[in-house]
């Protein structure tokens, strides 16, 4: 939950703040001259009431709407969700009960449930950041819900121990829920919405890095809106509130609006780093710390102190054969069990595509696959027979501005047809033949075509080492992101961390996730 209000300090008068428009701010600066301060936090605010208030008038500014209270919106969500499992599916469930006594012990239930979830942190964004570890702290808290729910019947004389199919489904209703309450958020900060403002403290390309990262996927949450230390001095960041003295973190963040500080500590000494922790600390701004080991998974580090000094450790990227060969055995097991269901609707969407135009229903292309090789794709048909555009045409549309890949949200090529398949993904079910036959995998890089691999450089040559996949990390968490970086990222993250658990949590999100983006679709064409 959100941490108690900490005062900003006094600062050094000595020290300078430079803001964009170049002017040099050189003492206390009240959040009424500056206009704004401290943007609002997704889930635990920690700043004073007056840079709260001044935060919500910055993104007024700067994105031109009001920035809902999304902790609020959460707990409502989590209300609604442990009222329908404790209070409905726990009158179905022990019908032994009065209603009385079955309202009163959900609601019972659901308050103790909410106030655990609470305690254990689920109302903070830094415990959420990963879906097994929040659905984990939501079992947790669900173990209070049912003690409460049990303790309240057995007063009533009418405890049964069905009731923990009911703290089941309070798990997996809240867990959904809050999937979809995430994949909002996300969605929405794709668009420059409800992002977190940080102020970095770094030096050199890292630093630029990070901020590249970022601003090419804003669905991670942050904006970079200030800078701190040596960085300051490079005219990069001119647009932004700068200081060299890490103790003007407090007033940087003032300036442009950020509740929190993300530290890129190569190319600072330590004794700058620890002054800058300390600095966000007493400021009361969070504080993260970017270690800039790209391509290295968060499962394969280890922290082993030394002296009381953290230190991690690195874990080889070892593939064991059993693990290969359990993943070829999912994919044939697997895309055998979809084709035979998805069969019906293959050839409902195979003789729409031939009532439209009379053209073929299989599209057939060239991607490259493991080792470089070169295969043919199948898919079924969603662009018009025969074209009349001309390739500068397509250029013009190409949304992808960074890199080899085309996308065009609005391709005129699409047929009618062709629009809802892709929207429910529908289209892509042929591949599951080309996994059958081993040129593809169910989870794994997108296949490329043979005009974008030439454009990849050595290092992204590497995704060819692994098949490609009809989903992957990139899919699910930047589908919609034009930028390449994007992908080039996600891409060489899965190359290089795979592991079996990480291919079934892909499956798993990938239903939902496609489901997700097809109403949103279809609900977008039909307004």
């Not at 280890?302 to 690195?314: I, K, L, T």
């Not at 961390?497 to 679709?521: G, H, K, M, R, Y």
Request: with cysteine; hydrophobic share 45%.
């Amino acid at each position: 939950m959100a941490q108690e209000a900490q005062p900003i300090p006094q600062l050094n008068l000595a020290s300078s703040v430079v803001t964009p428009n170049g002017r040099t701010v050189a003492e206390p600066m009240s959040a009424q001259a500056v206009g704004s301060v401290v943007s609002s936090p997704f889930l635990d605010p920690s700043l004073s009431q007056a840079g709260a208030a001044a935060a919500r008038a910055t993104t007024v500014e700067r994105t031109g709407f009001g920035h809902p209270h999304l902790q609020a919106q959460l707990f409502l969500l989590d209300l609604l969700s442990s009222a329908i499992c404790w209070v409905g599916f726990g009158a179905i469930v022990d019908r032994s009960s009065t209603a009385v006594g079955t309202l009163g012990a959900g609601v019972a239930a659901s308050v103790a449930m909410l106030l655990a979830m609470r305690s254990v942190g689920l109302y903070q964004s830094r415990r959420c950041a990963r879906r097994v570890e929040e659905v984990g702290r939501l079992a947790a808290a669900s173990i209070w819900g049912a003690a409460a729910f049990v303790i309240v019947q057995a007063e009533l004389g009418a405890a049964r121990p069905e009731i923990l199919a009911v703290e089941g489904a309070s798990i997996a209703l809240m867990g959904a829920a809050r999937w979809r309450f995430a994949r909002f958020l996300r969605a929405q900060r794709a668009q420059g919405r409800y992002l977190r403002g940080l102020v970095l403290v770094g030096a050199g390309a890292d630093a630029k890095a990070l901020r590249a990262m970022l601003r090419s996927e804003p669905e991670l949450g942050y904006s970079i809106t200030g800078v701190v230390g040596p960085a300051a001095d490079d005219p990069t960041w001119s647009d932004l509130p700068t200081s060299r003295t890490v103790e003007n973190i407090a007033r940087v963040a003032m300036v442009g609006g950020a509740n929190g500080v993300v530290i890129v500590p190569y190319g600072l000494s330590s004794t700058m780093v620890h002054k800058a922790i300390r600095a966000a600390g007493e400021a009361g701004l969070h504080v993260q710390i970017w270690p800039a080991l790209p391509g290295v998974g968060s499962r394969r580090l280890r922290s082993v102190p030394m002296s009381g000094e953290p230190f991690f450790y690195v874990e080889p990227a070892v593939v064991a054969r059993w693990q290969l060969a359990l993943k070829r055995a999912m994919d044939i097991v697997g895309a055998c069990v979809v084709l035979a269901f998805c069969a019906p609707l293959l050839a409902v969407a195979a003789a729409c595509i031939k009532l439209e135009d009379h053209g073929p229903v299989f599209y057939r292309d060239e991607r490259i696959g493991l080792g470089g090789r070169v295969f043919r794709v199948y898919k079924l048909r969603s662009m018009q027979w025969r074209s009349q555009l001309h390739p500068s045409q397509l250029t013009v549309l190409n949304e992808r501005t960074d890199g080899p890949l085309f996308k065009a949200s609005h391709d005129p090529r699409v047929t009618r047809v062709g629009r809802l398949l892709r929207a429910t993904s529908v289209d892509e079910l042929p591949q599951l033949w080309n996994v059958v036959r081993g040129t593809m995998s169910l989870v794994g890089p997108r296949p490329a075509l043979p005009s974008e691999v030439v454009h990849f450089d050595p290092d992204l040559q590497r995704r060819h080492s692994v098949r490609p996949g009809l989903t992957g990390l990139w899919q699910i968490e930047a589908r919609r992101n034009p930028s390449f970086n994007a992908y080039r990222r996600l891409d060489l993250q899965y190359v290089d961390n795979w592991c079996l658990a990480q291919d079934v949590a892909i499956l798993l999100e990938t239903v939902p996730a496609v489901l997700s983006q097809a109403f949103a679709d279809l609900r977008r064409r039909t307004r």
